[in-house]
């Protein structure tokens, strides 16, 4: 054999030597993970959601009586006082039934004060025949038809009274009909919504059938992010929570918001598999001048702070569940789950670490119990973080933070 192939195989077998040493280092240093220590940070909790801009203070209005709009002063972004006229609908036949109810009431009027003097005299000629019976003028059954005639003219006129109040009464509400003619402004406020145009056939209203209103008023000066909470964090939002409010139609600006109304129920679902969410009004407390209800919103609510916290990444939180030991049987209502962390101990080994949590942060959580601060806990890969079982052996892998600091 030449010198020259001795050369190349004796190269090759330091390359396979060297590679061997290598791989059996890295056997022994066993699986790379990334780390962090367990720490003090001051923490504060939130609760996202999204919704839409929406007044304080607004009203939905529906036409009381049925026919052809034929009059329209408004349209939508007016400005309107409380008692403006906004529009009108045919009034032609309540015209027509208020005339009718006011024509029957004066008859009725007529005959009312009619059967009054009938009653007067009735009244007078009952009394002279009382007169006259004691004197023996007439005869006792003339005495007693006079009776009765009192009786029943008295009962006449009290049909009549009653006659004229019913029609009084139908007057009063062909009057009130007439009147729901005209549909003015219930307050001051901004059309922002107009569903109706000039010619159209207005409806009569129906309770949450939105196509049977017809005007919205809008007190624009009050506004609130009507927010959508899903059930999982919704116990964790209270009443008076400060809260800050992003709008799309305002990129790059921030509002200082409030929370005014946490739903007791959840929002009706459309369908079986839309998520169980929860009603939240966030009042904005410095909206711009241009905002226009229906805008998209989010809002984060603070639902509570920690200044130094004990702490420790979310992507390291693990949940296992809780086997028992041999022969003992789990009582009735034992959590089967418990939630915890994979630690990195001196000796380079995994050990899980049962810990309980408190506040939720953007990145970390807090530490109530099972910890104590300075501990190295495993935040990744997730892949091996999840087939983790105890004491594998690992090390920490250090080329994700360089790669971070080269970026």
């Known amino acids: 054999m030449k010198r020259k192939q001795w050369w190349i195989l004796g190269g090759g077998l330091t390359v396979l030597l060297i590679g061997g040493l290598s791989l059996a280092g890295l056997k022994d240093k066993g699986i790379g993970v990334?780390?962090?220590?367990?720490?003090?940070?001051?923490?504060?909790?939130?609760?996202?959601?999204?919704?839409?801009?929406?007044?304080?203070?607004?009203?939905?209005i529906s036409a009381n009586v049925m026919g052809q709009v034929t009059k329209l002063a408004v349209k939508e972004g007016?400005?309107?006082?409380?008692?403006?006229?906004?529009?009108?609908?045919?009034?032609?036949?309540?015209?027509?039934?208020?005339?009718?109810?006011?024509?029957?009431?004066?008859?009725?009027?007529?005959?009312?004060?009619?059967?009054?003097?009938?009653?007067?005299?009735?009244?007078?000629?009952?009394?002279?025949?009382?007169?006259?019976?004691?004197?023996?003028?007439?005869?006792?059954a003339d005495f007693e038809q006079l009776r009765t005639a009192l009786t029943t003219t008295e009962s006449s006129t009290q049909a009549s009274q009653r006659r004229y109040e019913q029609s009084r009464a139908g007057l009063r509400d062909a009057t009130i009909y007439l009147a729901k003619s005209t549909i003015k402004a219930p307050m001051d406020g901004v059309v922002t919504a107009r569903r109706i145009e000039l010619g159209e056939t207005a409806v009569i209203g129906v309770q949450n059938q939105a196509g049977t209103i017809l005007l919205t008023i809008s007190d624009m000066s009050k506004v609130e992010a009507e927010m959508e909470v899903d059930e999982a964090s919704i116990p964790s939002v209270k009443l008076g929570q400060e809260a800050q409010v992003r709008i799309d139609a305002y990129p790059n600006q921030t509002f200082q918001g409030q929370v005014t109304e946490v739903g007791g129920s959840p929002i009706l679902?459309?369908?079986?598999?839309?998520?169980?969410?929860?009603?939240?009004?966030?009042?904005i407390k410095n909206p711009p001048l241009t905002?226009?209800?229906?805008?998209?919103?989010?809002?984060?609510?603070?639902?509570?702070?920690?200044?130094?916290?004990?702490?420790?990444?979310?992507?390291?939180?693990?949940?296992?569940?809780?086997?028992?030991?041999?022969?003992?049987?789990?009582?009735?209502?034992?959590?089967?789950?418990?939630?915890?962390?994979?630690?990195?101990?001196?000796?380079?080994?995994?050990?899980?670490?049962?810990?309980k949590t408190g506040l939720m942060g953007d990145l970390n959580v807090e530490v109530l119990d099972g910890l104590k601060g300075g501990e190295t806990v495993i935040t990744g890969p997730f892949r091996v973080i999840?087939?983790?079982?105890?004491?594998e052996r690992v090390h920490e892998d250090k080329s994700k933070k360089k790669d971070e600091k080269k970026g």
């Open 34 to 60: 990334q780390v962090a220590t367990v720490g003090r940070e001051n923490l504060q909790s939130k609760v996202s959601a999204n919704g839409k801009v929406q007044a304080v203070k607004k009203v939905d």
């Open 78 to 140: 007016d400005a309107v006082k409380a008692g403006a006229f906004l529009m009108e609908i045919d009034p032609a036949r309540s015209r027509a039934t208020a005339d009718a109810q006011a024509a029957a009431s004066e008859a009725s009027a007529k005959d009312w004060e009619s059967a009054k003097a009938r009653l007067q005299q009735a009244k007078s000629d009952f009394a002279r025949a009382e007169a006259n019976r004691q004197a023996g003028i007439i005869s006792q």
């Open 269 to 283: 679902k459309l369908s079986a598999n839309e998520a169980i969410k929860f009603k939240v009004k966030v009042w």
């Open 291 to 355: 905002i226009k209800p229906g805008l998209s919103a989010q809002a984060d609510v603070f639902t509570g702070s920690r200044d130094q916290a004990l702490a420790l990444p979310i992507q390291s939180l693990v949940t296992r569940e809780i086997k028992p030991k041999p022969g003992e049987t789990p009582k009735a209502g034992a959590p089967r789950d418990e939630e915890g962390v994979w630690l990195l101990t001196k000796e380079g080994k995994t050990q899980f670490a049962p810990v």
């Open 386 to 391: 999840r087939d983790l079982k105890g004491g």
